[in-house]
């Protein structure tokens, strides 16, 4: 089976990037672009589908949803995040891009695109944090790259992510 290519649509960019990758509030307008998603199948297991993100951010009102769009207004992936119950700390809980999109850089912009939003949002400094399974060697080694000291939660079962911003 192929996988489906990303939406495109007309947006309003709320975080901009050179780079050719915004992020833009979900909207009832776009949403079901970023439901449409393809994530890929290994790591699904790891990140849900994104309806069941949308669904968990409708069950935590201080979650933040963004859809990742490219300079050719094509939804290409999705982020959330909230605030942490400590000042100056944002827990990054969600990160997908779409199944074809992977490898080309996207996600690390995306995530460049949040952390110059949250520094202009909150100052510095600024702590960003995340959890993901300890089994999912692609997610372990994709924050490492982009800075993230990666850590094994006392459980063994996750690993926990803070960048220092």
Do not use: W
């Not at 393809?38 to 849900?48: A, L, R, S």
């Not at 050719?72 to 000042?87: A, P, R, S």
């Not at 779409?98 to 996207?106: D, E, L, S």
């Amino acid at each position: 089976m192929e996988a489906a290519t990303p939406s495109r649509m007309a947006v309003v960019p709320t975080i901009s990037a050179a780079a050719g990758v915004s992020l833009i509030e979900l909207t009832v307008d776009n949403y079901q672009h970023v439901v449409e998603l393809c994530v890929d199948p290994d790591q699904e297991k790891f990140v849900g589908t994104p309806a069941e993100a949308i669904a968990d951010a409708y069950f935590h009102p201080g979650y933040v949803m963004r859809a990742i769009v490219t300079a050719d207004n094509t939804i290409v992936g999705f982020l959330m995040y909230g605030l942490g119950d400590q000042h100056r700390v944002v827990v990054l809980h969600r990160l997908l891009i779409h199944c074809t999109q992977q490898g080309k850089g996207i996600g690390s912009e995306a995530l460049r695109q949040l952390k110059l939003h949250l520094v202009r949002s909150y100052g510095l400094p600024l702590i960003l944090e995340l959890v993901t399974n300890s089994e999912n060697a692609a997610a372990i080694a994709f924050y490492r790259k982009l800075g993230f000291e990666m850590s094994l939660t006392p459980d063994g079962k996750k690993q926990r992510g803070i960048l220092r911003v």
